[in-house]
């Protein structure tokens, strides 16, 4: 069992920027994804990156504000959000999964989620 904690979220005016970040025991040998769910709406992909950190992906609306890394030494996977939108207001949630994937089916462990809220 992979427990993934988050911190780092909170209130932010539009334009703002938070780091968000993730940690686990076992982290190395997977692949790490952020995703996001807004009131009403349905879990959906921001970012992805490979195990070796060596690939990312980013879902359309956040590439070019949103960086993700990781630092397998610390265990840790953070998601930096700059040029924050009100329409970024979310829950945020890492995973980890054996696939390298923008599919929240993919992966197999969840963390508890952390609350960014993007004011106008």
């Known amino acids: 069992q992979v427990q993934l904690v988050e911190s780092g979220g909170g209130m932010v005016q539009a334009g703002g920027s938070l780091r968000l970040s993730c940690a686990a025991r076992?982290?190395?040998?997977?692949?790490m994804g952020w995703f996001r769910q807004a009131p009403g709406k349905e879990r959906e992909f921001v970012a992805a990156i490979r195990r070796a950190g060596d690939s990312v992906y980013y879902e359309d609306s956040v590439k070019g504000r949103f960086t993700i890394s990781r630092d397998n030494a610390k265990n840790t996977v953070t998601l930096q959000m700059n040029s924050l939108k009100p329409e970024d207001t979310a829950v945020y949630y890492c995973?980890?999964?054996?696939?390298?994937?923008?599919?929240?089916?993919?992966?197999?462990?969840w963390g508890q989620g952390t609350q960014v809220t993007v004011s106008s």
């Open positions: 076992t982290f190395s040998i997977y692949a």
């Open positions: 995973a980890a999964g054996s696939t390298y994937s923008t599919l929240a089916m993919e992966y197999d462990y």
